[in-house]
Nanobody, 126 residues
């Protein structure tokens, strides 16, 4: 069982930056692939970024490439999402997710993940 708690969301102007954190409980964090998803009102939940358990392999959806960076600190049981050059269309509730699997695999569909956080709101004003 893994419990995930996101933090770091808030209101920011377009062009600004935020760093989201997702703290995981448990002693086996290093065996979990992690993902960041987002869901805007009236839209489906979509992948933002994924990172393998090893940290060697990373995935970004096209709309955030070059602006967002996913990273993990296994010593702190935490995964991060550094978001820069934010746009109004980045406004959404952001969720982190976890699953066990091959140490070098990332996953990019919501159904691939077993554990979810409660979400943190990110609002980008124009």
């Amino acid at each position: 069982q893994v419990q995930l708690v996101e933090s770091g969301g808030g209101l920011v102007q377009a062009g600004g930056s935020l760093r989201l954190s997702c703290a995981a409980s448990g002693r086996t964090f290093s065996s979990y692939a992690m993902g960041w998803f987002r869901q805007a009102p009236g839209k489906e939940r979509e992948i933002v970024a994924g990172i393998s358990a090893s940290g060697r392999n990373i995935y970004y959806t096209d709309s955030v490439k070059g602006r967002f960076t996913i990273s993990r600190d296994n010593a702190k049981n935490t995964v991060y999402l550094q978001m820069s050059s934010l746009k109004p269309e980045d406004t959404a509730v952001y969720y982190c997710a976890a699953r066990q699997g091959n140490v070098d695999n990332y996953y990019y569909t919501p159904g691939s993940y077993r554990y979810w956080g409660q979400g943190t709101q990110v609002t980008v004003s124009s």
